[in-house]
């Protein structure tokens, strides 16, 4: 193994320690990296060289651990948290339930990046540094992701630019949490990316520009106003869309994208090329070293010059993670090659991977690095062991011979396309699977299309901006119609998911388990198949060649196998067949209902999709809900009920109408021209599910479950807005059990359902309307007479939910009281008999 790869792996196991073990753990690493550095120098002193370097790796794991665990802490406890914490309340991220602070803080510090306008006003990240809690300011530096809302923020989001300091009151609150099983952290996430809180200031008038950023910002900031102002002026007059994908890949600026081009592009698995990452950064160095061989400056003068344009780049596109993990491998590359270090791209890549750990240890837990550092080892370890051996990628095999010089110079770019995109699918599948909870076969082929089109647009959209800062408009002219072009070829590819939808789609996360048998046979494989291009001469070498051959062979089937097993998710087959119970499972959605039904038989119903989030790009559908089911290996709904349209019961349907795909879906009362009803409608009509209008009275039997409607009556007019008071009232019948589901009805309608209620000896309560006091009366309470109630409400919520004298009456009438604010997701499992309980927070009960 070399003493890079060694590096690389030292640096990774510790980083990974650090930051995902117990910090309380920490103290035996302490005496681990102690004992490591005594026995490397004892060793060293002896001249016991291997000795020495595995005691020096064990040392440098040890350290890298202490680093992530300190950067972890860092990271989740900022002094901006600890302040308002102690001052104020509900900011410690160990929290579930945090109050509502509706005070503005002032707030003063540096613009962390270029604001962005989104369809709810102008996105800035800020640096805070210090804070405002009485008539001085008190430092307390720290993260914030903050939206400024109002009319003007569409002409002030210019003066806004990275480097810059401002002063503004600010409504601060932790960022929204989801505590359902199977759905990640937002908030511990953002806290890794330096967010430690969220919020909004009302105006932009309230924002003041205190102070301009160095000479550096500026400059950069100057040249991304630029880029942007070229491509508005050369490209969005074609479209707006080639306009937002252009600056995408030029400066890395997604904030212009449209959601639906985002999508298509990820199901597609062509989303990677938007984002500035090593594909951009390599065609920027070719370009840059062609230049300067062109002008004479070659070998180290000519990478150092490299280097310096290379860094210089990543300022300006705003150095975000993935553009300085590709610039500072290109950098390692080319200043060993300023010293005559011919090193091997692998080698780099190791050292790329080490020094950004060491550096940032809480990269370890991002996504990205996963991704950048898998496709890119992936690329160079294929094309090279499995790549030039067996395709005849080699100027010089046979294969390209055969077919004639030119012929062989045309093959041989699309067939090395084409190998290194399967490496990293093979690579990156069980990734994606993890994570992403996808799996896109569409890729393979598509990136055929979509790297060379993104390579003309990087490159045809740095033709416009340059034309255009200097005068020449005529020559931007024609480079922005091939940007145009460029985009559209780019982003229409992906309709090849509309012709094969099979090639993309959802599945649950593999168990960790499964996906390291995965890489493990991987990388045997991989290893083996190298070591069979060795040198094995006389008996001793056909041996080991044959073994060697065997090895990797079996290696890959299990390869395959787990492939395979990954793709299938096999254990959603087995879920369907059910347990012969029926569970209610009460998600955590913040402010709004989704609940998810069970069948004694595996079949599935899902009681509202809702839930608000101040994001208006956040999908709860996408971003909560789908993830939430298929932890529980669901990848296909049985019947999708709506209570009613209000956005806290609706707002993720569509999205799991178009992933889970629904054989019904059920609604109450028709309201004209309601948008998201449509949407919901229009997805419906797309994936052929049938669509039914329930109405008091009606009954069905699902599978030894009856579900009787007890509200809405047929409407006497036609409804031209959402009401509570016409929600769909469900109940679930099954042995002595009875679950009533009643959406957000008020007083009036629960004294209207009492004569007509036959509720079964157990009866489990969906709190009307979050636990309201327009809801859940004393005589609807009496009558009812609930065993176990819950309530689905978000954390601090502006409304008060659940009040307190609704509480108070749950608690007089004996039942046991589960909320989603406290308790996160709530599932409720029954024979028939008796009910047990189990919530994300570990409270567990058992009724009667």
Request: aromatic share 6%; proline share 5%.
């Amino acid at each position: 193994m070399s003493l890079s790869l060694a590096l690389a792996i030292a640096a990774a196991a510790g980083t990974a320690a650090g930051v995902f073990a117990d910090p309380a753990s920490m103290s035996l690493v302490r005496w681990l990296l102690a004992m490591a550095a005594v026995a490397a120098f004892l060793f060293a002193s002896r001249h016991d060289w291997t000795r020495a370097r595995r005691s020096g790796l064990a040392g440098l794991a040890a350290a890298c651990a202490l680093l992530a665990s300190a950067a972890e802490q860092a990271a989740l406890h900022p002094p901006l948290r600890t302040v308002l914490e102690q001052r104020l309340g509900g900011f410690a991220i160990e929290g579930v339930a945090a109050p509502r602070h509706d005070t503005p803080i002032v707030i003063e510090g540096r613009l962390a990046a270029d604001a962005a306008l989104t369809e709810s006003g102008a996105l800035v990240r800020l640096q805070i540094e210090r804070v405002w809690l009485g008539p001085c300011p008190e430092p307390a530096p720290g993260g914030a992701s903050l939206t400024v809302t109002g009319v003007m923020a569409a002409e002030a989001v210019g003066e806004w630019r990275a480097g810059r300091r401002i002063k503004a009151p600010a409504l601060l609150r932790r960022p929204a949490r989801y505590l359902n099983a199977g759905v990640p952290d937002q908030e511990q996430m953002l806290a890794r990316r330096g967010l430690s809180l969220v919020g909004s200031i009302k105006s932009a008038a309230l924002v003041e520009v205190v102070g301009r950023g160095n000479w550096f910002d500026e400059s950069a900031a100057a040249v991304r106003a630029r880029v942007r102002r070229a491509m508005a002026r050369h490209v969005a007059v074609r479209d707006r869309q080639s306009a937002a994908v252009a600056t995408a890949i030029l400066i890395g600026d997604r904030g212009s994208l449209d959601p639906v081009v985002e999508r298509r592009l990820q199901e597609a698995g062509t989303y990677h090329v938007i984002a500035i990452s090593g594909g951009n950064i390599a065609i920027l160095a070719g370009l840059v070293l062609a230049l300067l061989w062109w002008l004479g400056i070659r070998g180290g003068w000519g990478a150092g010059a490299a280097v310096v344009v290379l860094a210089w780049y990543a300022f300006v596109a705003g150095g975000g993670p993935s553009v300085t993990r590709a610039t500072v491998m290109a950098a390692i590359y080319l200043s060993l090659r300023t010293i005559d270090q011919r090193t091997a791209p692998s080698h780099a890549l190791a050292l790329t991977v080490a020094a950004i750990l060491i550096v940032s240890p809480l990269a370890v837990a991002d996504v990205g690095f996963w991704l950048t550092v898998g496709a890119t080892a992936a690329i160079v370890v294929g094309t090279t062991r499995i790549g030039v051996g067996n395709f005849g990628l080699s100027a010089g095999t046979r294969s390209a011979k055969a077919v004639g010089p030119g012929a062989g110079n045309w093959l041989r770019g699309p067939m090395v396309l084409v190998l290194a995109s399967a490496c990293a699918e093979a690579v990156l599948m069980p990734i994606g699977a993890l994570v992403f909870q996808r799996v896109t076969l569409a890729g393979l082929g598509l990136n055929l299309v979509a790297v060379p089109c993104m390579a003309i647009v990087q490159v045809a959209a740095m033709v416009v901006a340059a034309m255009d800062a200097v005068g020449l408009d005529r020559a931007a002219w024609p480079a922005g119609w091939i940007t145009h072009l460029a985009v559209r070829a780019l982003v229409d590819s992906a309709a090849l998911v509309d012709f094969a939808p099979w090639l993309t789609w959802r599945v649950p996360s593999p168990s960790m388990g499964v996906t390291a048998a995965y890489y493990a046979c991987l990388i045997v494989a991989v290893c083996c198949h190298g070591g069979c291009g060795g040198n094995h001469e006389g008996p001793q070498g056909n041996r080991s060649l044959r073994v060697l051959r065997v090895l990797s062979s079996r290696a890959s089937w299990l390869a395959l196998g787990f492939f395979l097993w990954i793709a299938a998710a096999p254990a959603t087959q087995a879920r369907a067949l059910g347990d012969g119970r029926l569970h209610l499972t009460v998600m955590d959605v913040g402010q709004g209902d989704a609940m998810l039904v069970t069948l004694p038989n595996g079949r599935t119903l899902m009681v509202d999709a809702g839930g608000v989030s101040l994001r208006g790009d956040f999908d709860i559908g996408d971003r909560v809900l789908g993830p939430a089911l298929r932890a529980r290996n669901i990848v296909r709904l049985d019947y999708l009920a709506i209570t009613h349209s209000d956005p806290d019961h609706i707002g993720g349907a569509a999205s799991l109408a178009n992933d889970f795909r629904p054989g019904e879906i059920w609604a109450g009362t028709f309201v004209a021209n309601h948008e998201p009803t449509r949407q919901l409608q229009a997805a419906s009509d797309r994936h052929r599910a049938t669509w039914r209008w329930l109405q008091k009275g009606d009954r069905l039997d699902l599978g030894g479950v009856e579900l009787r409607v007890h509200h809405p009556p047929l409407p006497d007019w036609e409804r031209q807005r959402v009401r509570n008071d016409d929600s769909l009232v469900i109940e679930l019948r099954y042995g002595q059990v009875s679950m009533l589901l009643t959406g957000d009805i008020g007083r009036e309608v629960e004294q209207a359902l009492i004569p007509t209620l036959d509720l079964l000896p157990i009866v489990v309560l969906k709190s009307p309307h979050h636990g309201s006091g327009t809801s859940s009366s004393q005589p609807f309470i009496d009558a009812v007479k609930p065993s176990v109630v819950v309530i689905s409400d978000g954390r601090g919520n502006p409304y008060g939910h659940p009040v307190p004298q609704v509480l108070e009456r749950y608690r007089r009438a004996g039942a046991t009281v589960f909320r989603t604010d406290q308790d996160g997701q709530i599932e409720l499992t029954t024979d028939g008999r008796t009910i047990r309980s189990r919530t994300f927070t570990g409270r567990a009960t058992r009724v009667p």
